[in-house]
């Protein structure tokens, strides 16, 4: 028998599944993770939001998850834990990393003994202490995620867009707890915002703690009808692809994504489709993005009108705002001469000229 020191150390891999899914939704992906990561304990919980009336709060899911994490790892003892998400299972869990990373969730300048008004985070991810797994965390790997939350108005079809309308109004119709979770993933809704603020605030804590940034890994198929490709990736927050690797899977869709199994009634699931599929997916759970180079997708390519990547160097931006029945040409004149007068004294100044009616 092999002693403790000489057994490999285990990967925990753990995949959260999206809405109306399953820990059994995701078996395919949990087989193909199996041997696809050497060594790998896969675990694939069935999480609240497996029903569509669910009500727990998305923070609340979040906060399970880090708790559930953190007590495989005190058993287990992992050297290495893989994250994967699907759909809003991706944002839960790139949130749990966040806040399994020993980011603070005080304002400092409040005393962490105070009312939980002193509190960066929601109140059920507040009760989180001393967690810090997060560090572990060598992979995260989003699905189809809807990073940026979904909206009535990214409906693909009038079918989609019929039943997302009657959806919103329903949930609207409710109020306090009794609101469905789905409703927590809305663009612009205050888990959505909080997760891409604290994202952005946890790349600048890794940065200054010199700790090691995972790799987060983004997949899309190109028919799915979900997920606006430049919506997936967080732009405000991520600028530049030095911080994700975008890779398209051909002829995929919202669901079929993480399926492998031929079904040659549906055009996404013949022989060939779920071939290439499950050789990307393999390739990504495994490290081997060197053999899937052909479809990864470059930040520029998502999308005609990014921003041009930060300018560290930028000490003062100023906005300048014409009156009204102004059409503004002296804003941007005025502009050009603040940048001018900047570069004579060698700063560098940007500036804002928005127009209006």
């Not at 469905?180 to 809704?189: A, E, H, L, S, V």
């Not at 959505?192 to 703690?209: K, N």
């Not at 906005?319 to 560098?348: C, E, M, P, Q």
Request: hydrophobic share 40%.
């Amino acid at each position: 028998m092999k002693s403790m020191k000489e057994s490999k150390p285990e990967t925990l891999v753990y995949i959260v599944h999206g809405m109306k899914g399953s820990g059994q939704s995701v078996s395919q992906l949990a087989n193909l993770a199996r041997n696809s990561i050497e060594n790998a304990r896969v675990v694939t919980p069935t999480l609240p939001h497996s029903s569509f009336l669910s009500n727990v709060t998305a923070a609340k899911i979040t906060s399970d998850i880090v708790r559930e994490i953190e007590t495989l790892d005190q058993r287990y003892h992992f050297d290495n834990i893989v994250l994967i998400g699907h759909s809003i299972g991706a944002v839960l869990a790139r949130r749990a990393l966040i806040e399994a990373s020993g980011l603070p969730i005080h304002w400092t300048e409040f005393d962490a003994s105070q009312s939980p008004g002193n509190l960066k985070v929601e109140a059920e991810i507040g009760q989180l202490r001393n967690v810090a797994w997060g560090r572990k965390v060598s992979r995260l790997i989003l699905i189809a995620s809807v990073g940026n939350g979904w909206s009535v108005d990214d409906a693909k079809s009038g079918f989609q867009r019929l039943g997302w309308q009657l959806g919103s109004i329903a949930g609207h119709a409710m109020y306090g707890d009794l609101k469905p979770t789905i409703f927590d993933f809305r663009k612009g809704g205050p888990f959505i915002t909080q997760t891409r603020l604290r994202w952005l605030e946890y790349i600048q804590y890794l940065g200054a703690c010199s700790l090691a940034r995972p790799k987060v890994l983004q997949l899309l198929g190109t028919v799915d009808q979900v997920v606006p490709p430049n919506d997936m990736i967080d732009f405000a927050v991520d600028p530049t692809d030095e911080y994700f690797t975008q890779i398209q899977i051909p002829v995929t869709g919202h669901r079929s994504v993480i399926r492998f199994l031929e079904e040659p009634e549906d055009p996404e699931m013949t022989q060939g489709a779920c071939s290439q599929r499950k050789q990307i997916l393999a390739a990504v759970l495994s490290d081997g993005l060197d053999q899937v180079h052909e479809h990864v997708v470059q930040r520029h390519f998502l999308d005609d009108n990014l921003s041009s990547a930060p300018e560290l160097d930028v000490s003062d931006h100023v906005f300048i705002v014409h009156g009204i029945r102004d059409k503004g040409y002296w804003a941007t004149k005025l502009a050009a001469s603040v940048r001018k007068t900047a570069s004579i004294a060698n700063k560098n100044f940007t500036c804002s000229t928005p127009s209006y009616g």
